[in-house]
């Protein structure tokens, strides 16, 4: 179930970012020839005016079709011949929908259950405040007593757990000591019992990594502000994160432990564990990686809606077109050397998970 709901949001994702092309180029007075769900072969089609649109056998997303975009055409709706401006804002629109779905999500959130956020020790008054499990290190009494990623502390040894230092605290008093650990995990709330190592390098004494976190609500007027203030400090986050990436591959060193790239295999087991955490947490981690999706999108690669907007920009400055041969050959190139990537990605999200 968790799977399917996994693999569904990230559908649902790239169909509303083909949305976000199919109604720009309506906008504009392009000729849609298909607006596909999933990838052909297509299984059912309905023709609707100028436009096909179909289900397709590979549940992946989806797809549009205009007249004039991939071969040159002189029919007055074709894409080809439409302005500079609208052609990008056609290309471009895709992408922004990602960023507008993430400013809904918080924005929606913010109004209702509160946007799930990690917060402080010291930090009051947040509603649904509580220390949560992110991590368990193998070989550990945490392990051994069979607490699970996305589990919620309740109390250790009958002390209730509000703040990470409480945990480290009460571990301390029990270290070498059998105690019980009563933890939430979804609706049920289970009694474990464990024995917190008397010492350790890290202090990590029931071999756990933790976070504190709480819902932070907004007024319905002050959420769609907010969704925008949290759509832009995970965009900037996400870039600043990238370029120490970036410079640390240049200067020749080791990215950071533990550092890992995640392809759609990858992406689509997170969701699947957060979906345990709860719905708001869901919900966020999938504003977060529409931010992603949109990111990748603006890349100048040509196989990307970031190469063709580029094109586009560099169509402008040459005051014409590149030739179309050139241009099919370099989308074609890029699309073919993001294919190993892709599959040297996949293949390692499935290592990980044997």
Same mark, same amino acid.
């Given at each position: 179930?968790? %799977? !399917?709901?996994?693999? %569904? ?15 720009? !180029? ?82 929606? %959130?913010?109004?209702?259950?509160? @946007? ?10 947040? !509603? ?46 029990? !270290? ?13 709330? @289970? ?20 976070? #504190? ?98 094109? @586009? ?15 099919? #050959?370099?989308? %074609? ?22």
């Amino acid at each position: 179930m968790t %799977l !399917a709901v996994a693999l %569904l949001s990230i559908g649902i994702l790239i169909i509303l970012h083909e949305l976000g092309h199919f109604l720009a !180029a309506k906008k504009f007075g392009v000729k849609v020839e298909e607006f596909g769900i999933g990838l052909p072969p297509r299984l059912l089609g309905k023709k609707y005016g100028e436009t096909l649109y179909s289900v397709n056998a590979l549940p992946i997303g989806g797809f549009v079709r205009m007249e004039g975009e991939e071969k040159r055409s002189d029919a007055p709706g074709s894409f080809n011949r439409k302005p500079l401006w609208q052609r990008f804002s056609i290309v471009a629109a895709g992408v922004i929908v990602f960023w507008v779905i993430s400013v809904v999500i918080f924005a929606v %959130l913010g109004a209702t259950t509160g @946007i799930p956020s990690a917060i402080g020790d010291d930090e009051e008054n947040v !509603a649904g405040s509580h220390v949560r499990i992110i991590g368990i290190s193998s070989d550990s009494p945490a392990e051994k007593s069979g607490l699970q990623f996305g589990d919620t502390i309740l109390s250790i040894g009958g002390q209730p757990i509000l703040k990470i230092r409480e945990v480290r605290e009460v571990s301390k008093i029990h !270290a070498g000591q059998e105690t019980s650990i009563v933890i939430q995990r979804g609706s049920e709330q @289970i009694s474990l019992s464990l024995v917190p190592r008397e010492s350790h390098p890290n202090d990590e004494l029931i071999g756990v990594s933790l976070t #504190r976190a709480g819902n932070v609500k907004y007024a319905w007027y002050e959420s769609p502000w907010q969704g925008l203030v949290r759509t832009w400090h995970v965009t900037s986050s996400i870039f600043e994160t990238l370029g120490m990436l970036v410079s640390r591959l240049v200067g020749g060193e080791e990215l950071p432990a533990g550092t890992q790239i995640a392809g759609p295999v990858g992406i689509v087991v997170l969701l699947k564990d957060i979906f345990a955490l709860g719905m708001p947490w869901f919900l966020t981690f999938v504003a977060t990686i529409s931010v992603y999706l949109a990111i990748f999108n603006t890349l100048p690669i040509p196989a990307l809606d970031g190469g063709r907007m580029f094109f @586009i920009l560099l169509e402008g400055v040459r005051r014409k077109p590149l030739p179309e041969k050139l241009e099919r #050959r370099l989308i %074609l190139i890029s699309f073919l050397a993001l294919i190993p990537f892709i599959l040297w990605v996949t293949v390692n999200d499935i290592l990980r998970l044997l």
